[in-house]
């Protein structure tokens, strides 16, 4: 632990340009491919946002109670399954204000990316570390947004949001009201509900390597996915990306990053890596995968993706 002050000092304010290389694209690949700075395993540890929450206090001033007010430059953004419309009407350039602002800086902060996927919030939807909110049955600019700071194991979620009003910083401790719904309820300290039926409309995260059909998770999906769309041979391979997906209505470029399309093309080696970590769980064989996430396979830690060297 003794580098971790300088670990998080140079997370919140250093550029983030570290370049991982794909395990399955060759160097000729159409352009160079950037995935974030930290793992998907790292950024799934409670711990780590455990240093990551005191980071934020102790050298970028945080916390609750504490006046905030930036904006935020959006990165790119996409809504599930890689479609072009986002259900918040933001993408690469848009100025965020006010909570949606706060929240996007954490994130970014956190994982290392500024290319994130939406998802609309259903009763069985399960809320995750690093999850981006929006709360409220309209998606107006106004609306909150709320930063999953931790899950607990009592079902209680706690959060980062900004007052859109005051600018002042915000904590607070969130549930369901049942496990099947996308209504949160409130608590004080004392696990009292103070406020009730608060609608949790959709959620943004970062995407992650190897997720295919653009759900959230890595699962055996994604290989289902691949297989009905090109097949499991590799004769069948490449394919062209803009001819899985229409260009005009998904965001392929996108796309392409996730599956390392060499040269816009899906290649038989994206199907192979796929297989491999779904069936071969931090590298062990036949240990099955089921963490919803790309696993070590012996060379690499798998990431979240990045457009750029700059997010």
């Not at 500024?114 to 399960?126: A, C, F, L, S």
């Not at 062209?240 to 038989?268: G, H, M």
Request: hydrophobic share 30%.
């Amino acid at each position: 632990m003794k580098n971790m002050k300088s670990r998080i000092t140079a997370m919140l304010f250093a550029a983030a340009t570290t370049v991982c290389a794909s395990q399955a694209i060759t160097a000729n690949a159409w352009e160079t491919f950037y995935y974030d700075t930290q793992t998907q395993d790292w950024c799934e540890l409670p711990q780590n946002m455990g240093y990551t929450v005191s980071g934020w206090s102790r050298y970028a001033n945080i916390s609750g109670g504490k006046y905030w007010n930036e904006t935020v430059s959006s990165g790119d953004v996409c809504s599930n399954g890689y479609k072009r419309t986002t259900y918040s009407g933001t993408g690469l350039g848009t100025p965020l204000t006010g909570s949606q602002a706060l929240c996007r800086h954490l994130a970014n902060t956190f994982f290392g990316t500024k290319t994130y996927m939406e998802h609309i919030v259903y009763g069985n939807t399960p809320i995750k570390m690093g999850d981006q909110i929006r709360l409220g049955s309209t998606r107006s600019g106004s609306q909150k947004t709320i930063f999953i700071t931790y899950v607990n194991s009592d079902g209680t979620f706690d959060a980062f949001s900004l007052n859109n009003s005051t600018h002042i910083i915000e904590r607070n401790t969130y549930r369901k009201k049942s496990s099947t719904s996308y209504y949160l309820q409130r608590l004080n300290s004392n696990g009292t509900v103070v406020e009730d039926n608060i609608y949790m409309d959709f959620l943004i995260r970062p995407i992650k390597e190897g997720d295919v059909n653009g759900d959230g998770i890595f699962t055996q999906a994604d290989k289902t996915w691949l297989k009905n769309k090109i097949g499991d041979q590799t004769n069948f391979y490449p394919k062209d990306v803009n001819a899985l997906l229409n260009p005009s209505i998904y965001r392929t470029d996108i796309f392409a990053r996730v599956v390392w399309a060499n040269d816009y093309k899906v290649e038989y080696s994206a199907f192979y890596t796929v297989g491999w970590n779904l069936t071969h769980k931090d590298g062990v064989t036949g240990a099955v995968n089921d963490t919803g996430r790309m696993t070590f396979d012996g060379s690499g830690y798998f990431h979240y993706i990045k457009m750029n060297a700059e997010g």
